[in-house]
């Protein structure tokens, strides 16, 4: 998907969960229905940043899933972005894969989380989610992954590009979205 704003991506993961009999994750206008927290839903959801992360990283600790190289040559074998995409989004899985064989978790289209933005702590933690604070940031959400329209660097595991939640294709950067669901161990 392409042109995706986070209330969409949201209800396209409510479709994913009606297809499947599954409990809806969220509301209408995103919210999470019954509890304060993503995890409890049993339905598909958009994944946490720390859960993008994970799965971005696939075990590794580099700068890129592909290691510490963000010479063009290297870039290229992983990601679309500014210098190979041509302008447009690409088909998915014509490029390498992670260690944990998925495609394009760099580059093509920037991939909304479930998370508001808020401030990363000083101390080190798994999963900095919890309650956002209710103030001009509660209808910002983080894309992650870096897209066609970027240079190298934000396609970095770290990176984070904070957007409105009702905005799609902001500044020209292509928007998608990756499913995560919660289950039991």
Do not use: K
């Not at 240079?151 to 905005?167: G, M």
Request: hydrophobic content about 30%; overall charge negative.
């Amino acid at each position: 998907a392409d042109n995706t704003t986070w209330i969409q991506a949201t209800l396209l993961a409510n479709e994913a969960s009606r297809a499947e009999d599954l409990l809806l994750c969220y509301d209408n206008s995103g919210n999470v229905i019954d509890g304060d927290s993503v995890y409890e839903c049993e339905g598909y959801r958009l994944p946490t940043e720390a859960e993008w992360e994970y799965a971005y990283r696939a075990d590794s600790s580099s700068t890129y899933y592909w290691g510490e190289s963000d010479d063009p040559r290297t870039v290229e074998t992983f990601a679309w972005y500014i210098w190979n995409g041509g302008g447009h989004t690409q088909p998915v899985g014509e490029l390498e894969p992670n260690e944990w064989g998925l495609y394009d978790m760099a580059g093509n289209v920037e991939e909304w989380t479930h998370d508001a933005f808020r401030r990363y702590s000083e101390e080190p933690v798994s999963d900095p989610g919890g309650a956002v604070e209710a103030n001009i940031w509660t209808e910002q959400r983080i894309l992650r992954g870096g897209s066609i329209a970027r240079r190298a660097d934000p396609l970095r595991a770290s990176h984070r590009h904070l957007s409105d939640a009702r905005e799609a294709n902001r500044a020209n950067i292509p928007s998608g979205f990756r499913l995560a669901r919660t289950v039991d161990p």
